[in-house]
């Protein structure tokens, strides 16, 4: 990080009663506001939702009804801003499991040879996992949450170079107030206004970089009937989309004696919400574990779509100028490719960098915090989901020598992974942001993948997984497509949810 001389903005040196207000109470803004709580002596989290004790699906929250996950290095990050928060989960029943030794994967439909890696999951749904963060955060002294107020725009100084607080307005009055700020980071997701808000204050808007993928998802919640559990000792049956097959699945075991499926097409190839049509679309996959599985599950809840038609990134580590006073964290700078689980993760990994630039006290510089925001959390997931992404051949972009060499490689590694477990453990090490992927690139590592891969997939990857329900479990959905009443959604918990 180049070096800067720094505003002092704490009670430890020149000024006191010095404040950060974060826009935006999910996943990004709790994060940041961790950080902030040790530098700053008050932290306002604005939101329009209700926050405080919610445990379920929020209004204004569009993925809270969707699958949502943190990678391995997102469970290390945490758990190194929150303490024992991981041992919290597990004691309220989150399962979970190694990314690379209890997921069953398949890459190309073939199944992927597992082992364990020290790659720690869990298996929570995203209204729960936000909550516990929350209820971490609400335990700061000095953190509060400005609830269910609309942000109008902020405030800064006679000559805007510096930012100087927010305008917001709380939800069905006509008043507005401002808060004012020595820092406001704004962590409001994709839809963020700082762009909008640069150029009425006389400065350039970061250039956006967007990818079309028009991809679209479903998920619903199951539990399965006694004796019936297709995963064995597994806690993840996940599918990769591919050229050939551009659909797949994350299905895996959540708190509550639950479980989560969500299944997703690309390219317009988008699955159904009927019940029926679910299951038909699920017997599609080149895998069939999470349809056998199914077939012996109740659904408890309705089927919720979800459609993102881009990828985006705002660059805003190349601009010249920006105010002072003002940052932006998680998917208001970049918004991956959900099906990636990269989201939460890179919101961890920008909270470090808030923290890093903060020096016990210091206000950020905004070019530095945002080059090292790029270099430190953004880049290799979003290389990572541009790569992957334009192995798909509707999908427009520009597709150089490295990324057809990068796609060229990660299947020669998909299908060696078929054979040998440590391939499959570096794979999900580069996947789950633990290493970059160069170290998929070392000499003897590189030369293992390819030696293996020239004999294509394993004959047992080939084979179906092979698992049986027991004869006296009666099905939920059989191959006629007939269901019984539960699955129809008048289930008491289908009832309960509707």
Known sequence: ???????????????????????????????????????????????????????????????????????????????????????????????????????????????????????????????IFEWFIRERVQKFPNVTFVEEHDILGLTASADNSQITGVRVQERGTDTDRVIEADLVVDATGRGSRTPVWLEQLGYEKPFEERKKIDLGYVTQHFRLRPGANGFENDVAINQIA????????????????????????????HPPTDYEGLMAWLKSLPAKDVYETLRYADPVDKAMPFKFPTTLRRHYHTLRRFPEGLLVTGDAVTTFNPVYAQGMSVAALCALVIRRHLHSGAAPVPQDYFRDLAKDAIDQAWDMTNTIDLSLPGVEGNRTFQVRMGNWFLKRVQIAATRDGDITAEYFKTAGLIQKPEALMRPAFALKVLWKSLFGPSKESQQPYGWKAPADVEPAFTDSGTSTETNTGTSTETRRAA
Not at 6 to 25: D, I, N, Y
Not at 28 to 35: Q, T
């Open 1 to 127: 990080m180049t070096t800067h001389e720094f505003k002092e903005v704490t009670a430890m040196g020149q000024e006191a009663g010095t404040r950060a207000v974060v826009l935006g109470g999910s996943i990004a803004g709790l994060f940041a506001a961790r950080v902030l709580a040790d530098a700053y002596d008050e932290v306002q989290i604005v939101d329009r939702d209700k926050l405080v004790g919610v445990k379920g699906v929020r209004r204004f929250c569009p993925q809270s009804h969707q699958a949502n996950g943190l990678l391995a290095r997102g469970v290390q990050v945490m758990e190194e801003l929150f303490p024992g928060l991981t041992q919290e989960m597990l004691d309220y029943g989150v399962p979970t499991g190694d990314l690379s030794g209890s997921c069953r994967w398949y890459a190309r439909g073939f199944r992927l040879k597992q082992k364990h890696a020290g790659l720690q999951t869990l298996g929570v749904i995203r209204p």
């Open 242 to 269: 591919n050229a050939a097959v551009p659909r797949g699945n994350v299905f895996f075991l959540v708190e509550d004696g639950k479980v989560e499926l969500t299944t997703y097409g690309i390219l317009g190839d």
